[in-house]
């Protein structure tokens, strides 16, 4: 136990001497990051199309992902039936540009997943949880909203330029996901979790 106190404190020190702080940080987001994303498609593949239920989940979980892909193929569509010059019709769960091609809403559009990693992060994230109350709700209508932009962004590629519609959609929209929920994160820790200001008050503020 003496020992492992020891190598702490020396890694303490060598952080400090070489201001590493911001690349631990970074470390523990990359860790906790892959971990649900890898979690999460091992779950998809082996279990998400079994008939194992697992507290009765496999009962509901397809509900919620035809819950969220609806609610987006709303949402989209109506967004961009209100884009002048473009011409959409919508039939179940997909859009059609006229005599463009047409934008699928299927159960890996919804952005679940993307809710979910968001979830974990924070939850597994050091950070004080009464911040946390308010910046998860709101981190998850960020996602929404990002989920929203990336279909009607790809409606819109799909009616301006339908060659580019797979290389913008693998290349540009999905990875979107992952820049945004970065950011958000980004902000947690530089301006709520880290922030100076608050440590610097907290520090000069009068002794009880």
């Known amino acids: 136990m003496d ?23 970074v470390l523990i987001f990359m860790l906790i990051t892959l971990t649900i994303h890898f979690t999460y498609n091992f779950w ?28 987006l193929l709303h949402v989209s569509s109506w967004i961009v039936s209100h884009i002048p010059g473009l011409s959409t019709t919508v039939i179940n769960n997909t859009i059609f540009v006229t005599n463009k091609g047409f934008v699928t809403i299927n159960q890996s559009c919804s952005g679940l997943k993307q ?9 597994l994230y050091p950070g004080p949880w009464k911040k946390k109350l308010w910046f998860i709700p709101l981190g998850l209508f960020v996602v929404y909203m990002t989920n929203v932009f990336r279909i009607v962004g790809l409606v ?20 979107l996901f992952y820049v945004v929920i970065f950011l958000m994160w980004v902000y947690w820790v530089e301006k709520i979790k880290n922030n100076p200001r608050k440590k610097k008050e907290k520090i000069n503020s009068p002794a009880d």
Do not use: C, W
């Not at 082996?46 to 496999?58: R, W």
């Not at 330029?161 to 693998?170: T, V």
């Open 3 to 25: 020992k492992l106190k020891h190598y702490i404190n020396k890694y303490k020190e060598l952080e400090k001497k070489h201001k590493l702080s911001s690349f631990r940080e």
């Open 115 to 123: 809710f979910i990693q968001f979830i974990l992060l924070m939850m």
């Open 156 to 175: 819109i590629v799909l009616n301006i330029s339908p060659a580019s519609f797979h290389f913008a959609h693998d290349n540009i929209f999905r990875p």
């Open 44 to 71: 998809a593949r082996h279990y998400y199309s079994s008939t194992i239920s697992i507290f009765g989940l496999h009962a509901f979980i397809p509900d919620f992902f035809q819950m969220f892909s609806t609610n």
